[in-house]
């Protein structure tokens, strides 16, 4: 996947900044920085669910035309796409939650949805929750199954908006586990995080965002080494001595 | 009924609700359509104020607030007595049905809007992020989630709508309070007619709150507050 010159302004801001960044199978990338710097923006973009200014997507080496709503709607298929606040369908149970987009999107039939539901259900460690309802979940449980949701579809890539940044403290492991899972199972990445350690052990490279631009990027070893000299490690020792 | 004297007896079994039953009818006839309609129209409208743009969002609001500010009685005595003059003659029950299906679907249509607007906005990301079209999305997950919140006042609207078909009367459809007001002139027992009439009103309004409350248990989802 390729982000070619993505820029993107809101009420005359400038949010993103002619950002390039490209992401090979496998890799697990991580964006860090500042509240503002436009990481959620960027993950929002590369499936357009934010329409950029400038700049496009590549996704193996073919460009998508987001103003063609079929080839849109095929190419958000294969990205699947967590949300900070989960945004589970309230209205439907955990395992209606994974199934529906198998069902209406897919055309699959209910049972081979449901199937598929409980097994991706399975993965993450829910298939006893299956007919609750999101209000009758935890954070951490809601988090897991709107990680389910997405990998029914069998996405390409996963792009992940701090997906941990609403759960109570205790909960956030869970979360984590899952996605540590995720990455060491091959599965492309990237992933908007405050989690420092996390993003240690599981990154492949570190991006740091600040206003709209990526500042510093490199592996996690060069970047969070203590000594190195880079505004990565000095935000981040900010962020862990502030906790 | 021994307790009664036989003229009373023969007033109210063969005079009163005998006619109370055929305005009964009538008014099952007036209500039946307009909820339906009304319910249909209102959420037509209540969509297009929501996702309606400029221009048909504008138009769907202008009728909103034209048909909930002015009296049903004007709306009614309008189409009725006043399309002649251009020509449109309807008959008393297509006048009262027309009249009740344009009220009760501007009441529906703001809790249709209100709806609409109380589905959280991460809810179509999340569709569209899983590749749902857009007319997908709003069928699979929007209206869903709107129709269990927009119930309780759409219920509220039927209910509304069963009372306010007394005034058919005014356009000369003589349903239940029409038949009521003949049999109470004739025979000048205001208050004995009236109270059964409202007794008629009564048991109709117990036995759709009875269906809504059937249905708001049907549909109800933990999360989805008191319905």
Partial sequence: MRVVGISKRLGGRRILDAIHLELFKGQTKVLIGPSGGGKSTLLQCMNYLIFPETGFIELEGQTIDPRNTKALCAFRQQVGMIFQDFNLFDHLTAVDNVAIALRKVRGWSRRQALERAMAELERVGLADKATLYPAELSGGQKQRVSIARALAMDPKVMLLDEPTSALDPELVSEVLAVIRALAQGGMTMVMATHQMGFARAVADEVLFMENGRIIEQGPPAALLTPGAATRTLDFCSQLEGGI | ?227
Wanted: aromatic residues 14%; charged residues 10%; glycine residues 10%.
């Fill in chain 2, 1 to 227: 009924m021994s307790w009664m004297p036989a003229e009373e007896v023969e007033f109210f079994l063969h005079r009163l609700i005998p006619a109370l039953n055929d305005g009964l009818l009538v008014t099952l006839a007036l209500i039946v359509p307009s909820s339906l309609f009304g319910l249909a129209g209102g959420i037509v409208v209540g969509s297009l104020r929501v996702y309606g743009g400029a221009l048909w969002g504008r138009l769907a609001g202008a009728y909103a607030a034209i048909f909930r500010g002015t009296p049903l009685v004007i709306q009614l005595v309008i189409l009725y007595f006043g399309l002649p003059g251009l020509g449109i003659t309807l008959s008393p029950y297509a006048a009262a049905v027309i009249g009740f299906t344009l009220c009760s679907a501007a009441y529906h249509s703001e809790y249709v809007r209100g709806g609409l607007r109380a589905v959280r906005r991460g809810q179509l990301l999340a569709a569209q992020a899983l590749g749902f079209s857009p007319w997908k999305a709003v069928v699979w997950i929007v209206i869903p989630q709107a129709v269990r919140k927009a119930l309780p006042g759409c219920g509220n609207e039927l209910i509304y709508l069963i009372k306010y078909s007394s005034l058919a009367y005014v356009v000369t459809c003589f349903e239940l309070t029409g038949q009521a007001k003949i049999i109470a002139s004739e025979s000048f027992r205001f208050s004995e007619v009236f109270f059964v009439a409202g007794l008629y009103y009564l048991i109709m309004v117990t036995v759709a709150s009875k269906f809504l409350q059937w249905i708001e248990s049907r549909l109800k989802i933990p999360g989805f507050g008191t319905l």
